[in-house]
């Protein structure tokens, strides 16, 4: 390399290297963020965590745990010193083999990076050991020391750090420094396109995907709209289907189309190529004039005006609904109170990674405390919604290393634009929701659990009690699901009264649901048996290969084996068609 050239290096890195630090500083301490992100998010809450009666510790234990630091401590110290001088030695300690932050062979081979790995990784186990540890009164509290613990040690990794990453090191040499150029712009565009509350971190390419074009394809016409959402009727594959028909309810903190991604993953198409007869509520993405549209509106501006609809255009009189986590939840609570006022139009439920009983919301509930939950109650009231793009980072950091510094990694420090990837840019489409509903949904389900309790909750004079859920229902969750623990969603079978079918697939809450028979990438569990706990179901469930859909699809037809003409979109003169699908709601995007 010639001399120029290395100051060149030089010059660019005395440059940008304090902007980088200082990026990296104010991502780490929330810094210009609002008082709400970090109510959520800081990791400071571990002093008052820590502090109090509450909380004993293992003398025992923790006396252990610091001889094993030390006594590691040491033996690194010894081991680095005979790798500078050249001599071949074995790691103290070492990742987890799903470890992906240090593959980079110079993480094993280089022992000036060898070093600050194992550091790093013995300073993790002392810091995981010490909280062990510690008996804590209250289970949460528990549960929030140990999540942020675990995003601190994660956010300190030498993987996330300009000059501690060889990976980076290598792309600097490479690009003579433009890397960093890159990544400052990077950074400065995400930084002007996230709300005040959180900062939103580009996962994919924006501009990779059009809804219509390469995503959300199925043909449909929108046949009906309200304020909160649009109806879309999805023209059919047969001549003839099956009579009853099937209405989607997706959450409405989500858009639609993640059940509509490209042909050969979408749970739509799968369904009309089975011959069913398919349509899809669409909601709104909502701003401060919806903001006092709370949760029963959505109820019944969504599922059952839907129903209404789809029972009109079709002329049959009883449909299968299919909801989808949050979207499930407010479907069962619209079959309940239906079912107290003795309509017996759904047919069958089906409910995608839903909850019911929510004693064990997994870590979503390590957001949820006395001091966070009046800030974003407040912020709701000020704004009218609930910033989607919150929630967008808060599930984001529920798996923190893929989703949020894999991405500061390649965007920032490597000064690389991230990869196209469907179901990415749909988690990227952030939706707000109306403050009403934010409120009054995390305040019923998360906060005071009152679903599950016949009678804590009355819509309009009718008792909401999910036993009335009399019809068949197919619970569907997911094994590696971070959002909805498949054991948490397992409850809601205690709850619901009609013949029960509960399928665990493998993977996670997308990957998992839309996982196709042309790929079957991931297998399902069944058990013909529901007992009381989820674990004595799985120890007697069956493996089975492939994906869950024809499994799903089966079940179905089972509830209605009759064939008739197939409706067709926009042919009911009281529900002509508004505009094609996917519709005007769903294009909304924010930022």
Known sequence: MHEQDKQDILDTLNQYARQFNDMVHSILTKKNHSEETAAMFDPEKLGSLLSGESVEVDSARLIQTQMDFMRQQTELWQQATKAMLGEKVQPVVEEERNDRRFSHTDWQDNPVFSYLKQAYLINSKMLQGTIASMHFKDPKSAEQVKFYTRQYINSVSPTNYLLSNPEVCEEILKTKGQNMVKGIENFMRDLEKSPLEAFKITQTDMDAFTLGENLATTKGEVVYQNALMQLIHYSPKHEKTYAKPVLFVPPFINKYYILDLEEKKSV?????????????ISWVNPDATLADKDFVDYMKAGPLDALDTVCAITGREKVNMVGFCVGGTLLSTAAAYLRAKG????????????????????EIGNYLTEDALPIMEQNADIKGIYDGRILGLSFSLLRENNLFWSYFINNYLKGKDPAAFDILFWNSDATNITAACFKQYIRTTYWENKLKTPGAVVIDGVPIDLSNIDMPVYFLTTLADHIVLWQGAYKGTQLVSGDTTFVLAGSGHLAGVINPP?????????????PASASEWFDGATKQEGSWWPHWHAWLKQQGKNKVTAPQPGASDAFPAIEPA????????LG
Do not use: C
């Open 268 to 280: 739509v198409n799968g369904l009309l190529e089975s011959g069913f007869s398919v349509f899809m």
């Open 582 to 589: 996917p519709g005007s709601y769903v294009l909304k995007q």
């Open 343 to 362: 309509d017996t139009r759904i047919a069958s439920l089906t409910l995608l990674t839903t909850l019911l009983d929510f004693s064990e919301p997994g």
């Open 518 to 530: 042309i790929t079957g990438k991931y297998p399902h569990w069944t058990n013909d048996t529901l």
